[in-house]
């Protein structure tokens, strides 16, 4: 199956998935996750249509977002505090804030470089120790110690739960992630506390996620196919 196949039958299920929980499709954006795969796949990409990728591994990015000017890269793994300043540099938007230490180091770096970025608080929303995020009872306040930091917006949260075969549970973490964004949005702790975005739902569980109320999908299997060990 082509990746222009791909995408189209993703952006159809979107669309099913959305209208049969009574949701506007438009409010569901789709994050092409284009890590391990080539500059051509992107392209191909780009060409049906796709602007936005996500990229978890910085050096791997580094070529890809000088290469591919016109769309936009967010920024989905983990970052070291010493990659805080190449993560200021390439990304429009980075997902995977979790610490306070990475949340000064990367508004530093904007500072000398001019420039904002929309950010997202990683969670651990299952407690996974095996996975990185903030605690759940422990975003209120990185999120209210991020107000100091000028050039960071935080416009949502973003979680990846542990993995699971029972759709009830999986549905519960992304439940419990809609539940900790609308708390926070209550204390007014986002950039726009009206339009929270929730970065939740991968290839095999987008569609619990839209149903639980995410506005942005991160898929990469089902778009590029099988990552490519490298
Ligand atoms: C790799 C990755 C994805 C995409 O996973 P697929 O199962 O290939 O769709 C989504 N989110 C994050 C954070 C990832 O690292």
């Known amino acids: 199956m082509s990746i222009g196949t791909n995408l189209k039958r993703i952006r159809d299920e979107i669309t099913t998935t959305a209208l049969s929980c009574d949701r506007d499709p438009a409010t569901i954006k789709l994050l092409a996750v284009s890590k391990r795969h080539s500059i051509e796949s992107i392209q191909e990409a780009i060409a049906a249509e796709q602007s936005c990728f996500g990229e978890s591994y910085i050096q791997e990015a580094q070529e890809k977002c000088k290469l591919l000017k016109d769309v936009s890269f967010h920024f989905i793994g983990h970052i070291q505090s010493n990659k805080a300043k190449l993560a200021a540099e390439l990304f429009q938007v980075i997902e995977t804030v979790d610490r306070l230490k990475l949340a000064r180091a ?80 209550e204390k007014g702790l986002f950039f726009d506390n009206h339009c929270v975005e929730l970065s939740m739902g991968m290839s095999h569980d987008f569609k619990l996620a839209i149903e639980e109320g995410s506005t942005s999908i991160r898929i990469g299997t089902a778009i590029f196919g099988e990552r490519p060990n490298l």
């Not at 050039?151 to 739960?161: D, E, F, I, Q, S």
């Open 106 to 185: 990367l508004n530093k770096h904007l500072e000398t470089l001019d420039k904002d970025i929309d950010i997202l608080i990683q969670v651990n929303i299952g407690k996974d120790p095996k996975k990185y995020g903030v605690a759940p009872d422990e975003t209120i306040s990185l999120l209210a110690a991020i107000k100091e930091f000028s050039r960071l917006r935080p416009v949502g949260l973003m979680t990846m739960p542990p993995f699971s075969t029972d759709d009830e549970e999986t549905r519960s973490y992304f439940r419990a992630l809609r539940l900790l964004s609308l708390e926070c949005a």
